[in-house]
């Protein structure tokens, strides 16, 4: 039995992750940020832990981190979101753009230092980023230049951050989940949540050292910086 942290688990991939965990006799401590939220996780998986805290909240998350004392094996930071309206490089709602850069790119990052010495306690820790695809720089296509750019963001921080924790034998990996019918999906995306998620948990559960610094999607496929 493993330790997971899910940052984001209000609903869609992240709520899904709790609830396959906790199904299956993993230990789950998951975060969401309303008690609609908090309702919603504990219907899904009612033995889960639960902590409160806004990604863009930075003392909110150190607290909630204070709550929890036993070692992180995974800590999934999943939670997310797709931006304003206006996002093309021609017409950019920026006050938006900057908010989103705050939970997609450095939310994740708060999450991660504030959890950080309880996952280096684990005797195989690991840390999973939910990026995407569209935050490739080898990708094309010109849609939703905030997103991508937060996602790209994200990226960078991956490996930063693999690379500063490869000593520690923390493994850090950015994840592509697919295109996932969930809020943010919407309902013509390709793949079903718990297949998503089923393929997340499998890789989790499979990666080591020689994996880290990784950009693989939910099939473990590799994709290109
Ligand atoms: N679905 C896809 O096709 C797809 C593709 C590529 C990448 N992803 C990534 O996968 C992750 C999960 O996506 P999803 O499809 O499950 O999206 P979703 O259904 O929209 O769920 C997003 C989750 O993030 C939480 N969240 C958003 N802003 C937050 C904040 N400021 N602080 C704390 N929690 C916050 C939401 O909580 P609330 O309920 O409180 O808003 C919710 O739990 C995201 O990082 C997303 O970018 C998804």
Same mark, same amino acid.
């Given at each position: 039995m493993s330790h997971w942290l899910i940052a =984001?688990?209000?609903? =869609?991939i992240g709520l899904e992750a709790a609830r396959q965990l906790a199904a299956r006799g993993e230990r789950v401590t998951a975060s969401v940020r309303s008690a609609a939220g908090l309702a919603a996780l504990k219907a899904a998986a009612p033995q889960a832990n639960t902590l409160q805290f806004d990604v863009r909240d930075e003392l909110a998350i150190r607290a909630a981190a204070e709550q929890v004392l036993d070692p992180i094996d995974v800590l999934i930071a999943n939670a997310g979101a797709y931006g304003p309206q206006r996002q093309s490089s021609l017409d950019m709602d920026f006050e938006g753009a900057l908010d989103l850069l705050s939970v997609n790119t450095l939310g994740p990052l708060r999450v991660v230092q504030a959890f950080l010495p309880l996952v280096k306690r684990s005797a195989r820790p690991r840390i999973i980023m @939910?990026?995407?695809?569209? =935050?490739? @720089?080898?990708l094309d296509g010109t849609s939703n230049v905030a997103y991508r750019v937060s996602k790209a963001g994200l990226n960078k921080i991956a490996q930063c951050l693999a690379a500063d924790l490869k000593d520690d034998g923390v493994v850090v990996v950015a994840m592509h989940p697919g295109r996932v019918r969930t809020e943010m999906g919407g309902?013509?995306? &390709?793949?079903?949540v718990g297949d998503s998620v089923a393929g997340i948990i499998q890789i989790a559960e499979s990666l &080591?050292?020689?994996?880290?610094?990784r950009y693989l999607d939910y099939r473990g496929e590799d994709i290109p910086w």
């Open positions: =984001g688990a209000s609903r =869609g @939910m990026t995407s695809r569209l =935050g490739s @720089m080898s309902p013509n995306a &390709t793949l079903d &080591t050292l020689a994996d880290t610094r």
